[in-house]
Every structure is written in structure tokens, then in C-alpha cells.
């Protein structure tokens, strides 16, 4: 069974009582007895929408911001530089979509606070994902520190980062494929920090 909330009813030396309403039958709930601990996992709990969120950051009247989701073409004419800001699943899937609407690459910028490890989307498909596993374990039991970890599976064609020159900070276990990494590669990257404000003519970062 299911269960959509759980209210402590009684907080007690050993036992707490615990009330848990399930999510499947309306009104059905079930008491339980917990004598060892109950633990909040409330910050496991999935954010508000991007939709919903102020902005990280400040951004002069005379600035134009939209969300990804309101990127709209023909509905938006188009204009003549997108700033992308965020490197993360978002960040990258709205630069792709910005290139796949004929933008060219040298119109758009994009903000990279960190930069990210990523594995190669066609080595974890199916008739590839065992050899991916096997390299995975040989690489983690062969290496030196947990970056060594990375270079080896980059080496073996398992892992990437958009810029070989620069250490990726993060590593988020999102799929990167090859003609995707080509395509980012070739737009722009601002790697100077998170963005504070945004001005008419320039952008503030924090390094």
C-alpha cells in the first residue's frame, strides 16, 4: 500500500505512534507503532516548479528572461543572442533545442558555472550497457583516486565532458549523446561563476 503522508500522533519513551493516510483509498489510514526511530525524509521532497521559482538572480527592467517552456518558434520572433544560463539537464537541452531551431551556434552563449561528467548515451544502451558495467568495474578497481576514475572510463569511450581541457566539478549520471556533444561544443561557454545580475549590456557573475 501506498501512502501519501505520515503525522506522528503520540511522541513517546520507546514507542511513538505514527499515523499514515494511504494514497490509493480515500480516508483509509493505518497506526503505527515505531520503537526504534522515525526519521523525516522531508528534504527528499521534489522542489516547487521551475514555473513557480523567483529567479536566482537579479535582472534589469529593460532585460527580456523567459523560462525554457516559453521559448516558443514562430510564436517568439527571433532575436539576435540567446544567453543559456545553467549547465545542468535544462541548461543543455534548452541550447539544443534553441540549435535545433536553425539559431546558429555563434547566437547564443552559455553561462557553465560547473562543468559535468557525463556518460555517453549510446554505451549505455542495451546491447552496449554489460561491456559498459565490466569497463566500469576494471577502471574503478585499477585507479588511483575517484578523478583517475573518470579519465579511464573517458579514455575507454564510456564517459565525457564538453571541454577536455577543464576537470568537471559534478557528475549528475545524465546520458550525453555524441552528436549532442559535438553540437554543445561548438556553442560559446561563459565559465566565469553563477550569474548575479543581469544587465541590459553584461552579466555580473560570482567567481
Known amino acids: 500500500m501506498l501512502f501519501r503522508s505520515a503525522e506522528v500522533v503520540r511522541v513517546g519513551r520507546p514507542e511513538t505512534q505514527v499515523r499514515l493516510t494511504s ?63 545553467g549547465a545542468g539537464k535544462t541548461g543543455f537541452d534548452t541550447v539544443l533545442w534553441l540549435l535545433s531551431r536553425q539559431v546558429p551556434a555563434e547566437n547564443v552563449r552559455w553561462v557553465v558555472p560547473r562543468d559535468s561528467w557525463y556518460f555517453v548515451a549510446e554505451e549505455m544502451e542495451q546491447e552496449r550497457y554489460h561491456d559498459t558495467c ?21 579514455k575507454a569511450g564510456k564517459f565525457c565532458r564538453i571541454d577536455e581541457q577543464r576537470l568537471p566539478e559534478v557528475f549528475h549520471c545524465i546520458h550525453m549523446s555524441k552528436a549532442d556533444l559535438a553540437s554543445l561544443r561548438a556553442v560559446p561557454a561563459i565559465r566565469l561563476g553563477r550569474v548575479q545580475k543581469v544587465a541590459n549590456d553584461r552579466l555580473f557573475l560570482e567567481f
Open 23 to 85: 494514497t490509493l483509498i480515500a480516508g483509509k489510514t493505518i497506526d503505527v507503532t515505531v520503537r526504534k526511530k522515525v526519521v523525516d525524509a522531508g528534504y527528499g521532497s521534489v522542489p516547487a516548479p521551475l514555473s513557480s521559482r523567483p529567479f536566482p538572480f537579479e535582472a534589469d527592467a529593460a532585460v527580456k528572461i523567459v523560462r525554457p517552456r516559453e521559448l516558443t518558434f514562430p510564436g517568439t520572433a527571433y532575436r539576435p543572442m540567446y544567453v543559456v544560463i
Open 134 to 154: 565490466t569497463v566500469f568495474n576494471r577502471c574503478a578497481a585499477t585507479a588511483e583516486s575517484a578523478e583517475d576514475i573518470y579519465f579511464k572510463l573517458e
